[in-house]
Nanobody
Framework: QVQLVESGGGLVQAGGSLRLSCAAS????????MAWFRQAPGKDREFVAS???????NYADSVKGRSTISRENAKNTTYLQMNSLKPEDMAVYYC????????????WGQGTQVTVSS
């Protein structure tokens, strides 16, 4: 079972940028599709972006054009570069992993807080 640890969250002004990282261990990284989700206070967790085994990406409309998900297989790490941050991007961001044989996300990180000041 893969374990995930996020980092890179913090406080940023509106219009600024952050890069989140998700380090995976305990599994074969290339067997997993990776994704980022977020959860704002009082709201459900929502999908942000994903990247599959061959590098194909998918984004929520709310972040499309402002965010880039990538993976560095040699480092077992997934990244989320977020630009032009808005107050509505403020949330706890979670990394998730989906094994190629699974139908549901197999592992979640503990989350990293992103705070955007206006």
């Amino acid at each position: 079972q893969v374990q995930l640890v996020e980092s890179g969250g913090g406080l940023v002004q509106a219009g600024g940028s952050l890069r989140l990282s998700c380090a995976a261990s305990g599994g074969t990284f290339t067997d997993y599709a990776m994704a980022w989700f977020r959860q704002a206070p009082g709201k459900d967790r929502e999908f942000v972006a994903s990247i599959n085994w061959n590098g194909a990406t998918n984004y929520a409309d709310s972040v499309k054009g402002r965010s880039t998900i990538s993976r560095e297989n040699a480092k077992n790490t997934t990244y989320l570069q977020m630009n032009s941050l808005k107050p509505e991007d403020m949330a706890v961001y979670y990394c998730a992993a989906l094994h190629m044989g699974s139908r549901e996300w197999d592992a979640w990180g503990q989350g990293t807080q992103v705070t955007v000041s206006s």
